[in-house]
Protein backbone atom coordinates (compact mmCIF):
# COMPACT_ATOMS: atom_id res chain seq x y z
CA UNK A 1 0.00 0.00 0.00
CA UNK A 2 1.55 3.48 -0.86
CA UNK A 3 1.36 6.73 1.27
CA UNK A 4 2.80 9.96 0.54
CA UNK A 5 5.99 10.48 1.23
CA UNK A 6 7.06 13.90 3.18
CA UNK A 7 10.30 15.85 1.89
CA UNK A 8 12.98 16.77 4.16
CA UNK A 9 16.18 18.71 3.50
CA UNK A 10 19.58 16.74 5.11
CA UNK A 11 19.63 19.24 7.46
CA UNK A 12 15.43 18.03 8.74
CA UNK A 13 16.12 15.39 8.78
CA UNK A 14 19.24 14.83 11.16
CA UNK A 15 16.99 16.70 13.53
CA UNK A 16 13.99 14.76 12.75
CA UNK A 17 16.12 11.36 13.54
CA UNK A 18 16.69 12.33 16.77
CA UNK A 19 12.76 12.35 18.00
CA UNK A 20 11.42 10.32 15.21
CA UNK A 21 11.39 6.73 15.24
CA UNK A 22 11.66 6.85 11.18
CA UNK A 23 11.17 10.08 8.66
CA UNK A 24 9.35 8.78 5.39
CA UNK A 25 6.60 6.12 6.85
CA UNK A 26 3.61 7.61 7.98
CA UNK A 27 3.75 5.62 11.40
CA UNK A 28 6.23 6.78 13.97
CA UNK A 29 7.00 6.76 17.26
CA UNK A 30 7.82 10.20 19.24
CA UNK A 31 10.52 9.88 21.37
CA UNK A 32 13.87 11.87 23.23
CA UNK A 33 11.50 14.55 24.10
CA UNK A 34 9.95 16.09 27.50
CA UNK A 35 6.65 14.53 27.97
CA UNK A 36 4.71 18.12 28.68
CA UNK A 37 6.86 18.45 24.80
CA UNK A 38 5.36 15.81 23.59
CA UNK A 39 1.56 16.22 24.94
CA UNK A 40 2.17 19.98 23.50
CA UNK A 41 3.13 18.52 20.39
CA UNK A 42 -0.02 16.92 19.99
CA UNK A 43 -2.24 18.69 21.23
CA UNK A 44 -1.61 21.21 18.51
CA UNK A 45 -1.39 18.23 15.85
CA UNK A 46 -5.39 18.19 16.27
CA UNK A 47 -6.09 21.52 14.93
CA UNK A 48 -3.02 21.68 12.42
CA UNK A 49 -3.42 20.14 8.36
CA UNK A 50 0.25 19.98 8.74
CA UNK A 51 2.40 16.30 9.47
CA UNK A 52 3.44 16.23 12.90
CA UNK A 53 6.85 15.94 11.72
CA UNK A 54 6.77 19.18 9.80
CA UNK A 55 5.26 21.23 12.66
CA UNK A 56 7.60 19.81 14.76
CA UNK A 57 10.19 21.29 12.32
CA UNK A 58 8.38 24.51 11.94
CA UNK A 59 6.78 25.33 15.27
CA UNK A 60 8.78 23.57 18.11
CA UNK A 61 12.61 23.34 16.74
CA UNK A 62 14.14 26.67 17.64
CA UNK A 63 11.58 27.70 20.58
CA UNK A 64 13.51 28.18 23.68
CA UNK A 65 10.35 27.23 25.74
CA UNK A 66 11.08 23.88 24.59
CA UNK A 67 14.18 23.43 25.38
CA UNK A 68 14.53 21.44 22.29
CA UNK A 69 17.77 22.59 21.03
CA UNK A 70 19.77 21.16 23.42
CA UNK A 71 18.16 18.29 23.96
CA UNK A 72 19.21 17.64 20.21
CA UNK A 73 22.63 18.82 21.27
CA UNK A 74 23.12 15.87 23.76
CA UNK A 75 21.69 13.52 21.57
CA UNK A 76 22.33 11.48 18.76
CA UNK A 77 20.02 9.55 16.02
CA UNK A 78 16.96 8.00 18.24
CA UNK A 79 18.10 4.13 16.96
CA UNK A 80 20.99 4.35 19.05
CA UNK A 81 20.50 2.44 22.32
CA UNK A 82 17.24 0.37 21.48
CA UNK A 83 19.18 -2.81 21.71
CA UNK A 84 20.13 -2.22 25.08
CA UNK A 85 16.36 -0.86 26.16
CA UNK A 86 15.64 -4.06 24.37
CA UNK A 87 17.15 -6.31 26.98
CA UNK A 88 15.93 -4.01 29.95
CA UNK A 89 12.36 -4.05 28.68
CA UNK A 90 12.72 -8.26 28.57
CA UNK A 91 14.31 -9.00 31.46
CA UNK A 92 12.10 -6.75 33.63
CA UNK A 93 8.74 -7.83 31.67
CA UNK A 94 9.60 -11.65 32.02
CA UNK A 95 11.19 -11.17 35.87
CA UNK A 96 7.57 -10.29 36.75
CA UNK A 97 5.68 -12.22 34.10
CA UNK A 98 2.36 -10.30 34.55
CA UNK A 99 0.44 -8.58 31.89
CA UNK A 100 0.25 -5.55 34.57
CA UNK A 101 3.97 -4.87 34.00
CA UNK A 102 2.74 -4.26 30.29
CA UNK A 103 0.66 -1.37 31.61
CA UNK A 104 3.68 0.43 33.00
CA UNK A 105 5.18 1.41 29.47
CA UNK A 106 4.41 3.47 26.98
CA UNK A 107 4.54 5.09 23.92
CA UNK A 108 3.34 8.50 21.61
CA UNK A 109 3.08 7.16 18.33
CA UNK A 110 1.95 9.53 15.55
CA UNK A 111 -0.76 7.81 13.00
CA UNK A 112 -0.87 9.55 9.22
CA UNK A 113 -2.94 9.36 6.72
CA UNK A 114 -5.27 7.33 7.96
CA UNK A 115 -8.88 7.12 6.42
CA UNK A 116 -11.63 8.12 8.71
CA UNK A 117 -12.72 4.40 8.54
CA UNK A 118 -9.30 3.06 10.29
CA UNK A 119 -9.18 6.45 12.38
CA UNK A 120 -12.37 4.98 14.14
CA UNK A 121 -10.80 1.39 14.71
CA UNK A 122 -7.29 2.78 16.20
CA UNK A 123 -9.91 4.63 18.65
CA UNK A 124 -11.48 1.74 20.02
CA UNK A 125 -9.88 1.16 22.70
CA UNK A 126 -10.69 2.73 26.16
CA UNK A 127 -7.24 2.68 27.86
CA UNK A 128 -5.64 5.33 25.71
CA UNK A 129 -5.40 8.73 24.80
CA UNK A 130 -6.24 9.99 21.22
CA UNK A 131 -5.79 13.31 19.51
CA UNK A 132 -7.71 13.52 15.98
CA UNK A 133 -7.38 16.19 13.36
CA UNK A 134 -10.55 18.11 13.56
CA UNK A 135 -12.99 18.97 10.60
CA UNK A 136 -13.81 22.06 12.68
CA UNK A 137 -10.62 23.99 12.16
CA UNK A 138 -8.77 22.47 8.55
CA UNK A 139 -10.14 23.13 5.66
CA UNK A 140 -9.67 19.80 3.29
CA UNK A 141 -9.50 22.12 -0.02
CA UNK A 142 -5.51 21.01 -0.90
CA UNK A 143 -4.37 18.40 -2.52
CA UNK A 144 -1.71 16.05 -0.93
CA UNK A 145 1.23 14.27 -3.58
CA UNK A 146 -1.19 15.54 -6.50
CA UNK A 147 -4.39 14.55 -5.27
CA UNK A 148 -7.08 15.65 -2.61
CA UNK A 149 -6.90 13.45 1.07
CA UNK A 150 -8.60 10.53 0.65
CA UNK A 151 -7.63 6.75 0.54
CA UNK A 152 -8.34 4.52 -2.18
CA UNK A 153 -8.60 1.31 -0.34
CA UNK A 154 -6.57 -1.81 -2.34
CA UNK A 155 -9.77 -3.74 -1.98
CA UNK A 156 -10.63 -0.80 -4.97
CA UNK A 157 -7.44 -0.57 -6.06
CA UNK A 158 -7.04 -3.97 -7.59
CA UNK A 159 -10.29 -3.78 -9.68
CA UNK A 160 -12.40 -1.77 -11.69
CA UNK A 161 -14.26 0.46 -10.27
CA UNK A 162 -10.81 2.36 -9.38
CA UNK A 163 -11.72 4.73 -11.97
CA UNK A 164 -15.02 6.16 -11.47
CA UNK A 165 -14.41 5.90 -7.15
CA UNK A 166 -11.00 8.31 -7.58
CA UNK A 167 -13.38 10.51 -10.02
CA UNK A 168 -16.04 11.00 -7.57
CA UNK A 169 -13.57 11.82 -4.83
CA UNK A 170 -12.12 14.11 -6.85
CA UNK A 171 -15.60 15.71 -8.00
CA UNK A 172 -16.97 15.50 -4.05
CA UNK A 173 -13.22 17.44 -2.34
CA UNK A 174 -13.67 20.22 -5.68
CA UNK A 175 -17.73 20.62 -4.25
CA UNK A 176 -16.28 20.76 -0.32
CA UNK A 177 -13.24 22.99 -1.26
CA UNK A 178 -15.67 25.86 -3.54
CA UNK A 179 -18.93 25.30 -0.89
CA UNK A 180 -16.39 25.83 2.12
CA UNK A 181 -15.32 28.76 0.24
CA UNK A 182 -18.28 30.19 -0.20
CA UNK A 183 -19.93 29.47 2.99
CA UNK A 184 -16.65 31.42 5.02
CA UNK A 185 -17.25 34.33 2.54
CA UNK A 186 -20.89 34.18 3.37
CA UNK A 187 -20.33 34.26 7.24
CA UNK A 188 -17.87 36.78 7.00
CA UNK A 189 -20.39 39.04 5.38
CA UNK A 190 -23.08 38.18 8.02
CA UNK A 191 -21.13 38.27 11.18
CA UNK A 192 -17.97 41.14 10.64
CA UNK A 193 -15.65 41.17 13.26
CA UNK A 194 -16.77 43.42 16.34
CA UNK A 195 -14.13 45.80 17.52
CA UNK A 196 -14.12 43.68 20.99
CA UNK A 197 -12.83 41.03 18.83
CA UNK A 198 -9.09 40.57 17.58
CA UNK A 199 -9.12 39.51 14.18
CA UNK A 200 -7.44 35.89 15.25
CA UNK A 201 -10.64 35.02 17.48
CA UNK A 202 -12.85 36.21 14.58
CA UNK A 203 -11.10 33.94 11.94
CA UNK A 204 -11.09 31.24 14.10
CA UNK A 205 -14.76 31.46 14.22
CA UNK A 206 -15.75 31.98 11.33
CA UNK A 207 -13.59 29.31 9.95
CA UNK A 208 -14.92 26.65 12.12
CA UNK A 209 -18.57 27.77 11.50
CA UNK A 210 -17.85 27.35 7.62
CA UNK A 211 -16.26 23.43 8.55
CA UNK A 212 -19.10 23.08 10.35
CA UNK A 213 -21.78 23.54 7.74
CA UNK A 214 -19.43 21.86 4.81
CA UNK A 215 -18.52 18.96 6.52
CA UNK A 216 -21.28 16.32 5.34
CA UNK A 217 -19.17 16.01 1.62
CA UNK A 218 -16.56 14.68 3.36
CA UNK A 219 -16.35 11.13 2.24
CA UNK A 220 -15.35 8.09 5.34
CA UNK A 221 -12.32 8.07 2.95
CA UNK A 222 -11.22 11.32 4.44
CA UNK A 223 -7.82 10.67 5.18
CA UNK A 224 -6.73 11.98 9.08
CA UNK A 225 -3.66 12.43 11.32
CA UNK A 226 -3.99 10.83 14.64
CA UNK A 227 -1.81 11.12 17.88
CA UNK A 228 -1.79 8.43 20.56
CA UNK A 229 -0.37 7.91 23.78
CA UNK A 230 -1.03 4.18 25.00
CA UNK A 231 0.75 1.82 27.37
CA UNK A 232 2.14 -1.86 25.72
CA UNK A 233 -0.72 -4.14 27.28
CA UNK A 234 -3.08 -1.55 25.23
CA UNK A 235 -1.44 -1.14 22.12
CA UNK A 236 -1.36 -4.99 22.06
CA UNK A 237 -4.76 -4.92 22.49
CA UNK A 238 -5.60 -2.92 19.21
CA UNK A 239 -2.88 -4.70 17.28
CA UNK A 240 -4.83 -8.06 18.02
CA UNK A 241 -7.71 -6.60 16.68
CA UNK A 242 -6.68 -4.80 13.65
CA UNK A 243 -4.78 -8.43 12.40
CA UNK A 244 -8.48 -9.81 12.65
CA UNK A 245 -10.25 -6.76 10.68
CA UNK A 246 -11.54 -7.80 7.23
CA UNK A 247 -10.16 -4.69 5.38
CA UNK A 248 -6.56 -4.58 4.06
CA UNK A 249 -5.84 -0.71 5.47
CA UNK A 250 -6.84 -1.98 8.89
CA UNK A 251 -4.39 -4.79 8.57
CA UNK A 252 -1.54 -3.39 6.87
CA UNK A 253 -1.56 -0.32 9.29
CA UNK A 254 -1.30 -2.99 12.24
CA UNK A 255 1.76 -3.86 10.70
CA UNK A 256 2.98 -0.69 10.14
CA UNK A 257 2.45 0.04 13.87
CA UNK A 258 3.93 -3.11 15.64
CA UNK A 259 7.18 -1.82 13.62
CA UNK A 260 7.84 1.65 14.90
CA UNK A 261 6.58 0.15 18.66
CA UNK A 262 8.86 -2.48 18.88
CA UNK A 263 11.75 0.40 18.31
CA UNK A 264 10.23 2.05 21.53
CA UNK A 265 8.61 -0.83 23.68
CA UNK A 266 9.71 -4.00 22.26
CA UNK A 267 9.02 -6.44 24.87
CA UNK A 268 5.63 -5.73 25.62
CA UNK A 269 4.50 -6.54 22.25
CA UNK A 270 6.31 -9.64 21.85
CA UNK A 271 3.08 -11.91 21.63
CA UNK A 272 0.97 -9.86 19.01
CA UNK A 273 2.14 -12.00 16.05
CA UNK A 274 3.04 -15.09 17.70
CA UNK A 275 1.09 -18.23 16.38
CA UNK A 276 -0.05 -19.58 19.68
CA UNK A 277 -0.90 -15.97 21.64
CA UNK A 278 -1.92 -12.96 19.45
CA UNK A 279 -2.37 -15.37 16.09
CA UNK A 280 -4.73 -17.44 17.59
CA UNK A 281 -6.71 -14.33 19.03
CA UNK A 282 -6.98 -12.80 15.91
CA UNK A 283 -8.23 -15.78 14.66
CA UNK A 284 -10.63 -16.23 17.50
CA UNK A 285 -11.73 -12.31 16.61
CA UNK A 286 -12.09 -12.95 13.25
CA UNK A 287 -14.04 -16.15 13.54
CA UNK A 288 -16.52 -14.49 15.93
CA UNK A 289 -17.06 -11.48 13.50
CA UNK A 290 -17.69 -14.24 10.36
CA UNK A 291 -20.06 -16.02 12.68
CA UNK A 292 -21.88 -13.49 13.43
CA UNK A 293 -22.07 -12.07 9.92
CA UNK A 294 -23.48 -15.63 8.66
CA UNK A 295 -26.38 -15.78 11.25
CA UNK A 296 -27.54 -11.66 10.33
CA UNK A 297 -27.48 -12.35 6.87
CA UNK A 298 -30.36 -14.73 7.43
CA UNK A 299 -32.57 -11.43 8.41
CA UNK A 300 -34.07 -10.58 5.29
CA UNK A 301 -35.47 -6.85 6.31
CA UNK A 302 -33.80 -3.72 4.88
CA UNK A 303 -33.09 -0.83 6.19
CA UNK A 304 -35.35 2.40 5.38
CA UNK A 305 -34.09 6.15 5.72
CA UNK A 306 -35.16 8.05 8.98
CA UNK A 307 -34.93 11.12 10.23
CA UNK A 308 -31.89 11.65 13.14
CA UNK A 309 -33.29 11.18 16.48
CA UNK A 310 -32.70 9.50 19.87
CA UNK A 311 -34.61 6.73 21.34
CA UNK A 312 -34.16 5.57 24.87
CA UNK A 313 -34.56 1.75 25.11
CA UNK A 314 -33.74 0.80 28.51
CA UNK A 315 -33.68 1.88 31.42
CA UNK A 316 -34.78 1.18 35.22
CA UNK A 317 -38.10 2.22 36.81
CA UNK A 318 -36.60 2.01 40.03
CA UNK A 319 -33.46 3.65 39.06
CA UNK A 320 -33.68 6.98 41.76
CA UNK A 321 -34.31 4.56 44.92
CA UNK A 322 -31.69 2.59 43.95
CA UNK A 323 -29.75 5.39 43.66
CA UNK A 324 -30.54 6.58 47.56
CA UNK A 325 -29.06 3.26 48.49
CA UNK A 326 -26.03 3.78 46.34
CA UNK A 327 -25.56 7.23 47.83
CA UNK A 328 -25.79 5.81 51.50
CA UNK A 329 -23.62 2.70 51.33
CA UNK A 330 -19.83 4.45 51.67
CA UNK A 331 -21.16 6.19 54.80
CA UNK A 332 -22.98 3.82 56.52
CA UNK A 333 -22.13 0.14 58.05
CA UNK A 334 -25.43 -1.70 56.60
CA UNK A 335 -25.37 -3.79 53.65
CA UNK A 336 -26.56 -3.24 50.09
CA UNK A 337 -29.61 -5.10 50.54
CA UNK A 338 -30.81 -3.48 53.37
CA UNK A 339 -30.10 0.37 52.49
CA UNK A 340 -32.53 -1.14 49.42
CA UNK A 341 -35.29 -1.92 51.41
CA UNK A 342 -34.77 1.31 53.70
CA UNK A 343 -34.45 3.60 50.39
CA UNK A 344 -38.16 1.54 49.55
CA UNK A 345 -39.94 2.82 52.85
CA UNK A 346 -38.25 6.48 51.99
CA UNK A 347 -41.23 9.13 51.23
CA UNK A 348 -40.14 11.36 48.49
CA UNK A 349 -38.92 14.18 50.97
CA UNK A 350 -36.57 12.03 52.31
CA UNK A 351 -35.32 10.83 49.25
CA UNK A 352 -34.87 14.17 47.80
CA UNK A 353 -32.60 15.04 50.53
CA UNK A 354 -30.04 11.93 50.09
CA UNK A 355 -30.06 12.87 46.27
CA UNK A 356 -29.37 16.51 47.25
CA UNK A 357 -26.81 15.85 49.43
CA UNK A 358 -25.38 13.63 47.02
CA UNK A 359 -25.45 15.96 44.43
CA UNK A 360 -24.60 19.22 46.63
CA UNK A 361 -23.76 22.77 45.17
CA UNK A 362 -22.22 22.49 41.73
CA UNK A 363 -20.10 24.89 40.77
CA UNK A 364 -19.60 24.07 36.94
CA UNK A 365 -19.79 21.26 35.36
CA UNK A 366 -16.68 18.89 36.42
CA UNK A 367 -17.94 18.85 39.37
CA UNK A 368 -19.70 15.49 39.36
CA UNK A 369 -21.26 13.30 41.85
CA UNK A 370 -19.82 10.39 43.40
CA UNK A 371 -19.72 6.87 42.22
CA UNK A 372 -23.00 6.38 43.69
CA UNK A 373 -24.19 7.82 40.40
CA UNK A 374 -22.79 4.81 38.43
CA UNK A 375 -26.25 3.15 39.72
CA UNK A 376 -28.54 4.20 36.73
CA UNK A 377 -28.08 3.21 33.45
CA UNK A 378 -29.60 4.33 30.24
CA UNK A 379 -29.20 3.15 26.38
CA UNK A 380 -29.90 4.66 23.79
CA UNK A 381 -30.30 3.77 19.83
CA UNK A 382 -29.22 6.76 17.84
CA UNK A 383 -29.22 8.42 14.60
CA UNK A 384 -27.36 11.02 13.21
CA UNK A 385 -24.95 12.44 10.60
CA UNK A 386 -21.78 10.72 10.28
CA UNK A 387 -20.02 13.94 11.26
CA UNK A 388 -21.58 13.96 14.80
CA UNK A 389 -20.85 10.36 15.05
CA UNK A 390 -17.26 11.19 15.21
CA UNK A 391 -17.05 13.29 17.84
CA UNK A 392 -19.72 11.30 20.10
CA UNK A 393 -17.86 8.20 19.75
CA UNK A 394 -14.76 9.79 21.53
CA UNK A 395 -16.57 9.12 24.68
CA UNK A 396 -14.64 5.49 25.36
CA UNK A 397 -15.38 4.91 28.38
CA UNK A 398 -19.45 3.81 27.85
CA UNK A 399 -20.55 1.40 26.50
CA UNK A 400 -20.66 2.23 22.26
CA UNK A 401 -21.35 -0.02 19.29
CA UNK A 402 -21.90 0.98 15.69
CA UNK A 403 -23.34 -0.20 12.63
CA UNK A 404 -21.46 -0.37 9.50
CA UNK A 405 -21.90 3.31 7.41
CA UNK A 406 -24.12 3.15 4.39
CA UNK A 407 -26.00 5.66 2.23
CA UNK A 408 -29.55 4.06 3.34
CA UNK A 409 -30.61 5.79 6.19
CA UNK A 410 -30.95 8.59 4.38
CA UNK A 411 -28.91 12.12 4.79
CA UNK A 412 -29.22 15.78 6.31
CA UNK A 413 -28.97 19.27 4.02
CA UNK A 414 -27.57 22.22 6.74
CA UNK A 415 -30.25 24.77 6.91
CA UNK A 416 -27.16 27.41 5.74
CA UNK A 417 -26.78 25.14 2.65
CA UNK A 418 -30.34 25.33 1.54
CA UNK A 419 -30.40 29.38 2.43
CA UNK A 420 -27.00 29.66 0.63
CA UNK A 421 -28.64 28.23 -2.53
CA UNK A 422 -26.96 25.15 -2.48
CA UNK A 423 -29.16 22.32 -1.75
CA UNK A 424 -29.46 20.99 -5.03
CA UNK A 425 -25.54 20.61 -5.81
CA UNK A 426 -25.87 18.97 -2.22
CA UNK A 427 -28.26 16.71 -2.73
CA UNK A 428 -26.75 15.82 -6.64
CA UNK A 429 -23.68 14.83 -5.35
CA UNK A 430 -24.99 12.74 -2.26
CA UNK A 431 -27.17 11.43 -4.17
CA UNK A 432 -24.26 10.20 -6.50
CA UNK A 433 -22.86 9.08 -3.58
CA UNK A 434 -25.20 6.24 -2.82
CA UNK A 435 -24.81 5.33 -6.09
CA UNK A 436 -21.47 4.22 -5.99
CA UNK A 437 -22.02 3.25 -2.77
CA UNK A 438 -24.59 0.73 -3.68
CA UNK A 439 -22.04 -0.17 -6.65
CA UNK A 440 -19.27 -1.33 -4.28
CA UNK A 441 -21.36 -2.86 -1.84
CA UNK A 442 -22.51 -5.29 -4.51
CA UNK A 443 -18.93 -6.08 -5.82
CA UNK A 444 -17.07 -5.73 -2.90
CA UNK A 445 -19.70 -5.92 0.04
CA UNK A 446 -20.63 -3.33 3.05
CA UNK A 447 -16.98 -2.94 4.73
CA UNK A 448 -15.52 -1.90 2.02
CA UNK A 449 -18.48 0.27 0.60
CA UNK A 450 -17.86 2.78 3.66
CA UNK A 451 -15.52 4.29 2.51
CA UNK A 452 -17.71 6.07 -0.27
CA UNK A 453 -20.09 7.41 2.45
CA UNK A 454 -20.27 10.84 3.00
CA UNK A 455 -20.41 12.52 6.67
CA UNK A 456 -23.87 14.20 5.82
CA UNK A 457 -25.50 10.58 5.77
CA UNK A 458 -26.98 9.32 8.57
CA UNK A 459 -25.57 6.59 11.10
CA UNK A 460 -27.14 4.35 13.71
CA UNK A 461 -25.29 3.29 16.66
CA UNK A 462 -25.88 2.66 20.59
CA UNK A 463 -25.20 4.33 23.59
CA UNK A 464 -25.13 2.91 27.27
CA UNK A 465 -24.18 4.68 29.98
CA UNK A 466 -24.55 5.70 33.56
CA UNK A 467 -26.02 8.43 35.08
CA UNK A 468 -22.24 9.67 36.11
CA UNK A 469 -21.38 8.96 32.32
CA UNK A 470 -24.21 11.00 31.26
CA UNK A 471 -23.20 14.33 33.27
CA UNK A 472 -19.90 14.25 31.71
CA UNK A 473 -21.46 13.35 27.58
CA UNK A 474 -24.25 15.46 28.07
CA UNK A 475 -23.01 18.91 29.94
CA UNK A 476 -20.27 18.72 27.51
CA UNK A 477 -22.02 17.88 24.15
CA UNK A 478 -24.79 20.24 24.59
CA UNK A 479 -22.14 23.62 24.95
CA UNK A 480 -22.73 26.46 22.93
CA UNK A 481 -19.25 25.70 20.71
CA UNK A 482 -20.42 21.94 19.94
CA UNK A 483 -21.76 21.59 16.89
CA UNK A 484 -25.27 21.83 16.48
CA UNK A 485 -25.97 18.22 15.52
CA UNK A 486 -24.77 16.27 18.63
CA UNK A 487 -26.14 19.37 20.61
CA UNK A 488 -29.82 18.64 19.89
CA UNK A 489 -28.73 14.91 20.64
CA UNK A 490 -27.45 15.90 23.76
CA UNK A 491 -30.69 18.12 24.60
CA UNK A 492 -32.82 15.44 23.67
CA UNK A 493 -30.79 12.83 25.60
CA UNK A 494 -31.22 14.60 28.75
CA UNK A 495 -34.89 15.22 27.73
CA UNK A 496 -35.71 11.77 27.48
CA UNK A 497 -33.98 11.12 30.99
CA UNK A 498 -36.64 13.18 32.76
CA UNK A 499 -39.88 12.21 30.65
CA UNK A 500 -38.99 9.27 29.07
CA UNK A 501 -37.81 7.11 31.92
CA UNK A 502 -39.14 9.59 34.74
CA UNK A 503 -35.86 10.66 36.48
CA UNK A 504 -36.38 13.88 37.03
CA UNK A 505 -34.31 14.24 39.87
CA UNK A 506 -31.20 12.85 38.30
CA UNK A 507 -32.17 15.58 35.22
CA UNK A 508 -32.68 18.21 37.02
CA UNK A 509 -29.20 17.51 38.75
CA UNK A 510 -27.99 18.00 35.45
CA UNK A 511 -28.26 21.94 35.13
CA UNK A 512 -25.13 22.29 32.97
CA UNK A 513 -27.06 20.92 30.18
CA UNK A 514 -27.41 23.98 27.69
CA UNK A 515 -30.55 24.43 25.49
CA UNK A 516 -29.50 27.99 24.29
CA UNK A 517 -29.66 29.21 20.52
CA UNK A 518 -26.34 30.52 19.60
CA UNK A 519 -25.59 31.73 15.27
CA UNK A 520 -21.73 31.63 16.24
CA UNK A 521 -21.05 28.76 17.77
CA UNK A 522 -17.34 29.06 18.41
CA UNK A 523 -17.12 32.62 19.33
CA UNK A 524 -17.36 32.32 23.65
CA UNK A 525 -14.82 29.76 23.19
CA UNK A 526 -12.44 31.64 21.08
CA UNK A 527 -12.99 34.46 23.16
CA UNK A 528 -11.98 32.73 26.55
CA UNK A 529 -8.79 31.17 24.85
CA UNK A 530 -7.44 34.74 23.42
CA UNK A 531 -7.81 35.90 27.37
CA UNK A 532 -6.25 32.75 28.25
CA UNK A 533 -3.52 33.80 25.62
CA UNK A 534 -3.11 37.46 27.16
CA UNK A 535 -2.70 36.15 30.53
CA UNK A 536 0.00 33.93 29.77
CA UNK A 537 3.98 34.98 31.17
CA UNK A 538 5.77 36.26 28.06
Known amino acids: MEYYRESFTPEEETILRRFFTNTDRPVFAVVNLPEVVKGALFARYSRSAKSIRRLFL?????????????IARRLGDA???????????????????????????????????????????????????????????IFYDTKLGGRYRYFVPAEIEETPLRSAYVRFMEELFETYAELVADMK????????????DSKVVWSATIRAKACDTVRGLLPAATLSNVGIYATGQAYEMALIRMRAHPLREVRDYADLMLTELRKVIPSFLTRVDLPDRGGAWSAYLADTAR????????????PRPEAAGVTLTDWDPEAEVKLVAAALYPVTELSDARLLELARAMNPTDRARVLAALVGDRGNRRHKPSRAMERPVYRFDVVC??????????????????????????????PHIVEAGHEARWRSVLERAGELYETVRDRLGPTVAQYVVPFAYHVRFVMEMNAREAFHLLELRSQPAGHPAYRRIAQEMHRQIAEVAGHRAIAEAMKFVDYSEVELERLESERRAAERRARRPS
Open 185 to 196: RRYEQAHPRSPE
Open 58 to 70: DEFVGDPETGIDE
Open 79 to 137: SVGLERAERLYRRVFHEFGDDSVAQLGGAHLACEQASNVLTKVLEWGRLAAYLEQSTRY
Open 385 to 414: DFGAFRDLQRHRMLTLEWQRWSTRLGYDVP
Open 291 to 302: RLEEVAAEIDEA
